[in-house]
């Protein structure tokens, strides 16, 4: 089991960026496939982007494609996630999650298989 801890959430304005990061611990991050998601208030959470263990292939649900982008660091054992031209309707707690026992070409594009999980930091955009 690895353990997660997301970080650098806040309020920004719409047209803000802002930039995630989720420092893990207890395993290499080599070893999983790894995600974030969001949960806004009142609805389910939602796939957001996807990387592969190595971080050579991403991919990104399509309302933020173009704006969001997903990478890794796993020297540092973190994942990061750069938010650009943020709008009211990205408000939400951002999660990130961990796979493992996977292809290294291995893309997440859902919750499915994703054991490990942090507990989220919220990112509020202000209209």
């Known amino acids: 089991q690895v353990q997660l801890v997301e970080s650098g959430g806040g309020l920004v304005q719409a047209g803000d960026s802002l930039k995630l990061s989720c420092t893990a611990s207890?395993?290499?991050?080599?070893?999983?496939?790894m995600g974030w998601f969001s949960q806004a208030p009142g609805k389910e959470r939602e796939f957001v982007c996807g990387?592969?263990?190595?971080?050579?292939?991403?991919t990104c649900m399509d309302s933020v494609r173009g704006r969001f982008t997903i990478s890794r660091d796993n020297v540092k054992n973190t994942l990061y996630l750069e938010m650009g031209s943020l709008r009211p309707e990205d408000t939400a707690v951002y999660l990130c999650?961990?796979?493992?026992?996977?292809?290294?070409?291995?893309?997440?594009?859902?919750?499915?298989?994703?054991?490990?999980w942090g507990k989220g930091t919220l990112v509020t955009v202000s209209s």
């Open positions: 999650a961990a796979r493992d026992g996977v292809a290294t070409n291995y893309i997440p594009r859902s919750d499915t298989g994703m054991r490990d």
């Open positions: 207890g395993r290499p991050l080599s070893n999983y496939a």
């Open positions: 990387i592969t263990r190595s971080g050579g292939a991403t």
